[in-house]
């Protein structure tokens, strides 16, 4: 066996197996990585490492993904490019697709019904927690503190996300590069209409998610909450915190929930195209960047423009998790619920899954404890 055919197998077994394994969102992820790439199987050193880590933060899409992707390329050229993202992402995109199925046929049904009103509350605390440790690195200073509350607000009232994403990102690089006024522009969002079905509409909404989202994959809930829910009108609130609840609890990428949300609009075909489409940007994106990273990651420029695009980026997390709190804190129970959660996962370091499928536990309970079976 040639040295490129045994690099592509070494890719793609790393890969599947964290792929199916890989809880706890993209931080957990890349420290998987590290484990598995730089101290056992020596594949890079840390300082390699952390020079990909920089490339990820530079450009939109899931930054564990992307991370699979390059390493892929970086062991096994362009054919590990591909290798090393498809592996990550398969197992997940079977898991999801499995529990998709399983949700629209079975989601009547009050046991399920409830383990999915027991789960929702936990997953907003996972997400305040995940936005209290994000805010911390992204606002750094008063201009991207100034940025965040701007665009709190600017999100709450309905303007474009990739507007105000754009404008931070370039509002902050213009401050502190060429300490000039940053410009202030606001993108009014389109009033809200009923748009038919199709999977070419579906396909590109999801291609211009995976190319404009920085940051976490948290960041997901904004655009898919503006574009399928209050644009589109083909999700209701309470389908995608179920969408978002199934990404959480299942291993690998938190974009896999356009899976999920793809097979509630069209089955497997609608699956399929959502996943190609979310996904199909960052394969890009790498490919395009990988040669270029030493340049990338000392450019004051980038470094400024991502740090305004990070500020902004939990600034839509806040708001979205503000609305979707409302759909999901419905009565005492869920508010105990989410009050218990936020100190489990401040006060602990236990796995996310785990404290999902404990709300859902919980919200069974309630069911038979509380309002009889």
Excluded at 54 to 61: D, E, F, H, R, V
Excluded at 88 to 111: E, K, N
Excluded at 245 to 251: E, L, R, W
Excluded at 268 to 273: F, H, I, N, S, Y
Aim: glycine share 10%; hydrophobic share 60%; net charge positive.
């Amino acid at each position: 066996m040639d040295s490129g055919r045994a690099a592509l197998q070494e890719v793609a077994g790393l890969f599947l197996r964290l792929g199916a394994t890989a809880f706890g969102g993209p931080a957990v992820h890349i420290a998987m990585m590290r484990e598995e790439v730089v101290r056992r199987r020596r594949w890079m050193t840390d300082e390699e490492f952390l020079d990909l880590l920089g490339a990820t933060n530079l450009i939109p899409g899931p930054n564990s993904t992307e991370m699979a992707i390059h390493i892929g390329y970086r062991r096994a050229g362009p054919p590990g490019l591909l290798v090393g993202g498809a592996a990550f992402i398969l197992p997940a995109v079977v898991i999801v697709l499995g529990c998709a199925w399983a949700y629209v046929r079975y989601r009547s049904v009050p046991q399920v019904a409830f383990a999915l009103y027991g789960a929702k509350p936990v997953m907003i605390a996972l997400v305040v927690h995940a936005l209290w440790g994000l805010g911390r690195v992204a606002v750094r200073d008063v201009t991207t503190a100034m940025g965040t509350v701007a665009a709190f607000v600017l999100a709450l009232a309905g303007v474009n996300e990739v507007g105000l994403l754009l404008v931070g990102g370039l509002g902050v690089m213009v401050v502190r590069c060429l300490t000039l006024p940053a410009a202030v522009l606001v993108l009014s969002t389109p009033a809200a209409s009923l748009v038919p079905f199709s999977l070419g509409t579906l396909f590109w909404v999801f291609v211009k998610i995976g190319s404009v989202l920085f940051g976490s994959g948290y960041v997901l809930l904004a655009f898919l909450r503006a574009d399928l829910v209050e644009r589109l009108r083909w999700l209701s609130d309470q389908q995608l915190l179920d969408a978002v609840a199934v990404g959480q609890v299942t291993p690998g990428p938190v974009f896999t929930t356009a899976t999920f949300v793809g097979y509630l609009l069209a089955g497997l075909p609608g699956a399929l195209v959502a996943t190609v489409g979310i996904f199909l940007p960052a394969f890009v994106f790498v490919a395009a960047t990988h040669p270029f990273i030493p340049r990338l990651r000392r450019s004051p420029w980038a470094a400024a423009f991502l740090d305004g695009v990070n500020a902004v980026s939990c600034a839509l997390m806040a708001a979205v998790t503000w609305q979707l709190s409302k759909a999901s804190i419905v009565d005492l129970p869920t508010a105990v619920l989410a009050a218990l959660s936020l100190v489990l996962v401040f006060r602990t370091t236990l796995n996310p899954a785990l404290l999902l499928l404990a709300g859902a536990a919980a919200g069974v309970m309630v069911r038979v404890f509380v309002t009889g079976p």
